[in-house]
């Protein structure tokens, strides 16, 4: 049952009249769900005595997890059922930050609070916090405890004074739970080396490399450069444990039903702590099987479900967002698909538009872009997008081959040009980013660096072109701009609202240097920030033209995601329009991708309804349209947000 249903039955006569305590609530939302928990339950673990147990456990287990929930979050959880869904209104701008890289703890986050919120900041995705292996731990994502705060962010008490302030201010906290591995220093994986078969259990273990081969001619590569394989040897225990990521990484294995318990207990526990939104990290991942990729697999989506169905009996108010940085079919099954509807994740990343939005920089194109939007399915009416352009990842050129064909490119031909255009590989391009994970056998990579690098400022401003520096600010802002008003959470990258710079220092610090998504998680520059108000710089402009968008957003309840969007190709193809509809009237989105001006025919604008009668209007620039000749100009990279008088 969806946050929909579950509200309707709550606030029906028939949910409210026998259950007035938090406690009758939970029973009820059990009752409700039990039916599909216990169909998901034995379907990944089919009916056996044992397995009876285990789901007689999870009971128990559901139960004790319920009632350590603080007072103050179950009541918290009846108002979140009550606002409907409250992760789809206009009013929520996300950042995603690094704690030690913004101001060095939690504590000193607090004491930045203010400036996230005078840019209109009220949803924040902190990267993990919990305690890490002391060398290589992929920022965290290697993780040795599920609770334990590492002590460089501070103590699980500024954790919690930090969850309750952001409650206090009505700002939303996400936080990952890598729920696809643990760190090899986590304490089952401990065990397992000191030779505990149940927990080398919990992990996938080989005596040999006859199964890892046969994994390995269908599992792809994730970081080919530096984790070629995806299994490792570890001595302790003279066996092969599954890692796709990194070797210190270990695939949980969840065909055992003991590791999906305790991880649910793991998820709760996280929760507990005043988290409303966990990111589910690398949640295609989660079900492994000989002879295929080991993606996206029913059972993962199974599992998930499993996942969500317990958490919204336990903590009804949390939601789950899903990391699956897949091709675009794929994405939109995290929102569930047939009785999973409405049962899986709320939120997923709209790393389809990401990534196209790149392409479209790169070729100043728009055609790909709206021939991969237009083929998405319609997600949910109950679920949204992350909107972002950048994040603590590499871009990945995960484009549809079909589609590359029929714009007339070549497909590893075009992926090639992506890579060369945005890693330096072009001497004409303004782009400053490096190639990541690049795999000489089929010529795949990754790009990765800032933002505001692989928009041309870098070197831009090592050029002191002024010309060009207002073309990538102007950029930057129109990015923004598409991420802001495109239906879904709009999440800012730390440092792109200043338009930070690649920060090249990983190349010297022996845990990052293999890395290099490590240049685009820079070290946010107070000094920077305390100077916006006197210092009128590229960095001012920026901030202050988000700061307006931001503004401008949640003044526009129609920009609230409600599947309201209409994608509008024109004849003009480096010009991107998209309309979001309400029944009050429409807001047209137009962005010129090309850094020459262009220019729409009166009567397509007509077509499309922004009718010249009806006095429309730029609510960026407060100027009404002007025809030059019938047409509308744009600028380079100018974009309007245009309301009908
Ligand atoms: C996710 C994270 C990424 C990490 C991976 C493995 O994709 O975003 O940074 O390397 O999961 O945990």
């Not at 709550?10 to 949910?15: A, D, F, M, Q, V």
């Not at 009550?82 to 913004?102: A, C, I, P, S, T």
């Not at 072009?426 to 994970?437: D, Q, T, V």
């Not at 047209?588 to 604008?605: R, T």
Request: charged residues 25%; glycine residues 6%.
């Amino acid at each position: 049952m969806n946050q929909a249903a579950l509200h309707h039955l709550l606030i029906s006569k028939e949910g409210i009249k026998g259950a007035h305590t938090t406690e009758e609530l939970f029973k009820l939302r059990l009752a409700t769900n039990l039916s599909l928990i216990k169909t998901l339950f034995f379907s990944l673990y089919p009916e056996s005595s044992e397995n009876q147990i285990h789901f007689h456990n999870l009971l128990d287990s559901m139960e004790h997890l319920f009632g350590i929930r603080p007072d103050e979050l179950k009541k918290l959880d009846l108002e979140r059922i009550k606002q409907g869904n409250w992760y789809q209104n206009e009013r929520l701008v996300g950042m995603q930050l690094y704690v030690d890289r913004f101001n060095k703890d939690l504590n000193g986050l607090v004491d930045r609070l203010s400036y996230l919120e005078d840019l209109g900041i009220n949803f924040l995705h902190i990267m993990p916090i919990t305690t890490r292996p002391s060398g290589e731990s992929d920022g965290g994502y290697a993780v040795n405890n599920y609770h334990e705060i590492d002590p460089k962010f501070g103590t699980k008490d500024d954790f919690l004074a930090l969850t309750a302030l952001a409650r206090s201010k009505n700002i939303f906290l996400m936080l990952d739970f890598v729920v696809n591995h643990t760190s090899d220093e986590f304490s089952w994986a401990k065990k397992a080396k000191a030779g505990e078969e149940k927990y080398q259990g919990y992990y996938h273990t080989y005596t040999d490399r006859i199964i890892p081969e046969e994994f390995e001619k269908t599992l792809p590569e994730i970081f080919p450069e530096s984790a070629p394989g995806s299994f490792t040897h570890v001595p302790e225990m003279d066996k092969w444990v599954m890692t796709c990521f990194n070797n210190y990484q270990w695939d949980l294995n969840y065909t055992n039903p003991e590791v999906f318990i305790e991880m649910l207990g793991n998820l709760v526990k996280m929760a507990n702590m005043g988290v409303d939104v966990v990111r589910f990290d690398a949640l295609a991942f989660l079900w492994k099987k000989l002879g295929t990729i080991s993606q996206n697999l029913p059972q993962a989506h199974e599992l998930i479900s499993l996942f969500r169905l317990c958490l919204q009996v336990i903590a009804p108010g949390v939601i789950l967002l899903a990391e699956a940085i897949v091709a675009p079919r794929n994405i939109i099954k995290y929102f569930g698909e047939g009785i999973l509807e409405g049962n899986e994740c709320e939120v997923a990343y709209n790393a389809s538009l990401m990534a196209l939005l790149w392409n479209s920089i790169a070729t100043k194109q728009t055609s790909l872009l709206y021939k991969s939007l237009m083929e998405i399915p319609t997600k949910p009416n109950d679920a949204t997008w992350i909107n972002y352009i950048r994040c603590h990842d590499d871009i990945g050129l995960g484009y549809d081959d079909e589609f590359i064909r029929d714009m007339g490119w070549n497909p590893s031909a075009h992926r090639k040009f992506l890579l060369d255009y945005y890693c330096q590989g072009l001497e004409w391009s303004p782009a400053r980013g490096l190639i990541f994970m690049y795999n000489p056998k089929n010529g795949d990579g990754r790009i990765t660096g800032s933002a505001a690098s692989l928009l041309g400022l870098e070197k831009a401003l090592e050029e002191k072109d002024k010309v060009a520096i207002d073309l990538s600010i102007a950029k930057i802002l129109m990015l923004h701009g598409i991420i802001l008003s495109y239906g879904g959470i709009p999440m800012i990258y730390m440092g792109d609202e200043l338009g930070t710079l690649n920060d090249y220092s990983f190349r010297t610090n022996a845990a990052h240097k293999n890395d290099s998504r490590w240049v685009n998680r820079p070290v946010q520059d107070w000094k920077v920030v305390d100077k916006l108000k006197s210092k009128k710089n590229h960095s001012f402009k920026i901030y202050s033209g988000l700061k307006k968008l931001i503004q401008l957003r949640k003044k526009l309840p129609l920009l609230a995601d409600n599947n309201n969007l209409t994608l509008h190709p024109s004849s003009n193809s480096q010009v991107f329009v998209f309309e979001r509809t309400s029944d009050s009237g429409s807001l047209w989105i137009i962005s010129n991708f090309d850094k020459a001006p262009q220019f729409l025919d009166v009567a397509w604008l007509f077509s499309i309804g922004i009718s010249f009668g009806s006095d429309p209007k730029d609510l960026i620039s407060k100027k009404k349209l002007v025809l030059e000749e019938g047409r509308l100009k744009l600028d380079p990279y100018q974009q309007m947000w245009v309301a009908l008088g």
